[in-house]
């Protein structure tokens, strides 16, 4: 499989003003986090809130520029981009946000919410008519003709979900990146639009960025997975591998925390370790994780950055256990 993106020693930090002017500090939401995305495969960001899988989404979309390293989408660094290039990258990677309610202009109508990318694409009329209808049935948006006429606030919570995806599928991307798509909506219509939006991936061999805090759904939904902590990409593996043999202390507590409702694997409920994830303004020295870790060893974990080791097939920890 090709390269669809690349990630190389990408950080991304904020800086962070008193009064408009003193400099506090920068927020390292990305820290030097590499990462590759083969073209048409699916893959899953986890962490806890605030580790930074928000801020990597947004890059990956070319909405924060990189502080250090680079994105590369079909071999095109995103920050060489000029402003009609960046227009064209727009139409490739599809953006699905957390918040179906604020995703779209209350005021607008299903028909003219949909037309909005395919205008600014410059997409004739016609075409524009025949491709919104199109969507709307791909997403299970029907009965259509009902459906065009409707503002947001006429629809259920999984349905405005339906029409972020379609909007976000409109232009025929490349690139899905779906930031915690469910977590707003009610328990009941979560599965239908995982499971929607794992066929529509299926059928257009789209890669997506399926961006999550919730280990407990990703086995049905990603190939491969990668753990962020503290603005870090700490593990990375293909899904079976991490979930059944995590090698990071931070996955194996992480997963540990998932209430798993099999009695056999019950012996896997554990809860986090005491303790917060840093402040991201003043991480800690050494491995971020190592003032919460039961293994951290002195005078190493707290002093040196652990590298990506290899551990298995596909399968990479930042860890100093691994080190022999
Ligand atoms: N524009 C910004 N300016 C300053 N700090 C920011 C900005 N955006 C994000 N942050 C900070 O960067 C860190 C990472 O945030 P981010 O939203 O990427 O995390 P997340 O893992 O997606 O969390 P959540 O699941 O809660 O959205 C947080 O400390 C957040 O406060």
């Not at 960001?45 to 989404?57: D, F």
């Not at 890669?207 to 939904?221: G, N």
Request: charged share 25%; aromatic share 6%.
């Amino acid at each position: 499989m090709s390269a669809l993106v690349e990630v190389a020693d990408l950080s991304v930090h904020f800086e962070v003003r008193q009064w408009g002017f003193l400099r506090l500090g920068a927020v390292q939401a990305v820290d030097r986090v590499a990462l590759t995305l083969a073209e048409g495969e699916s893959v899953a960001i986890v962490g806890e809130s605030g580790c930074g899988k928000s801020t990597l989404a947004r890059t990956l979309l070319g909405l924060h520029r990189p502080t250090q390293g680079e994105v590369r989408f079909a071999g095109r660094e995103l920050s060489g981009l000029r402003r009609g290039e960046l227009r064209a990258y727009r139409a490739s990677a599809g953006y699905v946000q957390q918040d179906p309610f604020g995703a779209t202009a209350p005021f607008l109508d299903v028909r003219r919410i949909l037309a909005e990318p395919l205008i600014i694409q410059g997409v004739g009329r016609d075409e524009r008519e025949a491709r919104i209808r199109a969507a709307l049935e791909e997403v299970h948006l029907t009965p259509v003709e009902e459906l065009l006429g409707k503002f947001p606030h006429m629809l259920s919570g999984g349905q405005q979900q339906r029409l972020v995806i379609a909007r976000a599928l409109i232009l025929g991307p490349r690139l899905l990146v779906a930031d915690e798509p469910v977590s707003m909506l009610d328990a009941s219509v979560r599965v239908e639009i995982l499971e929607l939006l794992r066929r529509i991936q299926g059928r257009r061999r789209l890669t997506l960025a399926f961006i999550t805090h919730d280990l407990s759904t990703v086995r049905h939904y990603a190939e491969r997975i990668f753990v962020m902590y503290a603005g870090r990409l700490v593990e990375s593996a293909p899904v079976d591998a991490l979930l059944d043999a995590p090698r990071h202390p931070y996955t194996q507590a992480l997963l540990g925390a998932i209430a798993d409702p099999d009695a056999a694997n019950a012996r896997r409920q554990r809860e986090l370790p005491a303790g917060e994830p840093p402040s991201l303004l003043d991480p800690p020295r050494g491995c971020r994780f190592h003032p919460r870790c039961p293994h951290a060893m002195a005078g190493l974990c707290d002093r040196d950055d652990p590298p990506d080791f290899d551990v298995g097939e596909r399968h990479r920890s930042a860890c100093w256990l691994h080190r022999e």
